[in-house]
C-alpha cells in the first residue's frame, strides 16, 4: 500500500542484519513486545548511557526493558508480563473443555 508523502528508506548494516536474523530463528524465540539487543552486533563495550540500566544481559544478548520507568520495575513487569502471557493458556484451556 503506498500514500503520497511517505518515502520508504531501507535500512542496511550489520547491526541491522544482525538483529533480523536473530529475530527470525534466535533461541529463545522473543515473544511480543519484548526487545533484546544481538551482543555480537555490539561494538566493543557498550556505550554508558542513561539506558544502559534497563539491560539485562542473557545468553547472548542484552534484553532491554524499553516499557517501565526505572529499573527497579524490571521483575514486577516480567512478573506481570509472564502472568499476562499464561493466561491466554487458560482462556484456550477453557474454550476446548468446553468452558468447563
Known amino acids: 500500500m503506498e500514500f503520497r508523502g511517505i518515502a520508504k528508506q531501507p535500512i542496511f548494516g550489520n547491526a541491522y542484519l544482525s538483529a533480523f536474523l536473530d529475530n527470525e ?3 529463545p524465540k522473543i515473544l511480543p513486545g519484548q526487545c533484546r539487543v544481538v551482543k555480537s552486533s555490539l561494538p566493543e563495550g557498550l556505550p554508558n548511557t ?3 540500566q534497563f539491560l539485562e544481559e542473557s545468553s547472548g544478548h542484552f534484553r532491554y526493558y524499553w516499557n517501565v520507568d526505572d529499573p527497579e520495575e524490571i521483575e514486577s513487569f516480567k512478573k506481570r508480563y509472564r502472568d499476562g502471557y499464561n493466561q491466554q493458556y487458560l482462556g484456550m484451556w477453557s474454550a476446548l473443555s468446553g468452558g468447563l
Do not use: A
Open 50 to 52: 542513561k539506558h544502559r
Open 25 to 27: 530463528g534466535g533461541k
